[in-house]
């Protein structure tokens, strides 16, 4: 510097420096570091995105709630139609009617005739024993109750008897009126002339009073 002392006073510049209050000398024109990158703000604190976040909510709710009604309503609606308004069922081709069983047919009622003939048919047995062609022939014969035979027969008909038991019955009452051989006491139970049993009847008999 021609040997010469410069005297230097703040806000000089020399040989690209600047000369500061403190005394130092800084370059004026150099390299400066970089300026750091202004920092984005997140997406999230765009007022757009929020905007657009806010829609997207809105319209989620709205699809929970009221737009979930329609087709709900709609189903209800349905249903409740189909339990109104039940479809009428086509009859089926080909399908029978059903047929109602016969009612079966009641007895006709009886005739005094024939109600009086079973009671005096019903006091016979009582008091002795009967074979059933003996009966009838007792409750039609003229010297007996005289019935019409169609109710005599009637009659014996609509008892429940056991006809073994009677010509056991009558055999007693022979045996105990008379002594009777076996094939004797089986001829006057089965005899046309006798009671009439069956010689089936008269055997069973014979058999029960140990002849």
Known sequence: MNGQT?????????????????????PVAGPTAPAEPKAKKPIYKRWWAIALAAI??????SSATGGSDEPTKA????????????????PAEGKAEAVPEPKPESEPEMTASQEN?????????????????GLIDQLSSQYGDDYPRADA???????????????????????D???????????????QYGDQYTVAQATYAANKVGL
Request: glycine residues 8%.
């Open 177 to 191: 009126m008379s002594g009777f051989s076996r094939q004797g006491l089986i001829d006057q139970l089965s005899s």
């Open 75 to 90: 189903k209800d609606d349905t249903v409740a139609a189909a339990v109104e308004h039940p479809k009428d069922e086509a």
């Open 56 to 61: 997207i909510v809105i319209g989620g709710i």
């Open 117 to 133: 003939a079973i009671k005096s048919a019903e006091s016979y047995l009582d008091m002795s024993g009967f074979s059933r062609q």
């Open 6 to 26: 410069t005297q230097y006073k703040p806000g000089d510049i020399a040989n690209g420096h600047v000369l500061t209050e403190a005394g130092q000398w800084l």
């Open 153 to 175: 027969i009637f009659a014996v008909n609509h008892l429940d008897v056991d006809w073994n038991a009677e010509a056991v019955e009558s055999a007693e009452s022979y045996l």
